[in-house]
């Protein structure tokens, strides 16, 4: 059973443009939601993240929109640049008695900007 | 600050051998986690340890096993391997203010399992 859902493999921008990268979940206890990026060869790296007491966290390009009620979050990354091509990982943890659970993640979108 | 190391980066075996990869997280964390990365499935959490203690662990048969030293490195070993084992290993090193929040990754060690 996939807790978390990310439903595009795949994605192509033109640089300039908006990216929007979905991931939906299913288990309401999630409260705590990341995004991590990872280019071939190199392990994932921390990109943005937010906590289900907001409903939009903003860095730089990057903003992660949470919408509890329909359980989805979106990553926006504007303007998408070359660089920015990459699979991007949407992860959700829920908070326990000794801290927060195992992150789960989702399967991946591979972002591809096109010049 | 040195980063998550992992090694060996990559390594071939064939089915039936046994497998240790080793992980050495940034200095100052002590919460280690492992993750198998396989291109059908994502990163599917093996286990986490702190403080030499398992804290969490995956739904991955008993042929994975890990563990963590004083000095927070962590090892995970898998017995009597199996094709499907053909993955990319990640060890995420954590500050010990618990689970789920941010996490460092190393490059991983490729395993594949002849």
């Known amino acids: 059973d996939q807790q978390v859902k990310q439903n595009s493999p795949s994605l192509s921008v033109q640089e300039g443009r908006i990216s929007i990268l979905n991931c939906d979940y299913t288990n309401s206890m999630f409260d705590y939601f990341l995004w991590y990026k990872k280019y071939p060869a190199e392990g994932p790296t921390f990109l943005i993240s937010i906590s289900s007491i907001k409903d939009k966290n903003e860095d730089g390009r990057f903003t992660v929109f949470l919408n509890k009620s329909a359980k989805h979050l979106s990553l926006h990354i504007v303007p998408s640049q070359p660089g920015d091509s990459a699979v991007y990982f949407c992860a959700a943890s829920a908070a326990s008695g000794s801290g927060n659970t195992p992150l789960v993640f989702g399967k991946g979108t591979r972002l591809s900007v096109i010049a | 600050k040195a980063g998550v190391t992992q090694t060996p980066r990559y390594l071939i075996k064939t089915r039936g051998q046994q497998v240790t990869l080793s992980c050495s997280p940034i200095?100052?964390?002590?919460?280690v986690s492992w993750y198998q990365q396989t291109p059908g499935q994502g990163l599917q959490f093996l286990f986490e340890y702190f403080s030499e203690t398992q804290r969490n662990k995956g739904n991955f048969p008993g042929r994975f096993s890990g563990r963590q030293f004083s000095n927070s490195r962590s090892e995970m070993n898998v017995s009597t391997l199996e094709l499907g084992d053909s993955a990319l290993y990640l060890c995420?090193?954590?500050?010990?203010?618990?689970?789920?929040?941010?996490?460092?990754f190393g490059e991983g060690s490729r395993l594949t399992v002849l």
């Open positions: 200095s100052g964390h002590r919460s």
């Open positions: 995420a090193s954590s500050l010990p203010t618990g689970m789920g929040g941010e996490l460092f």
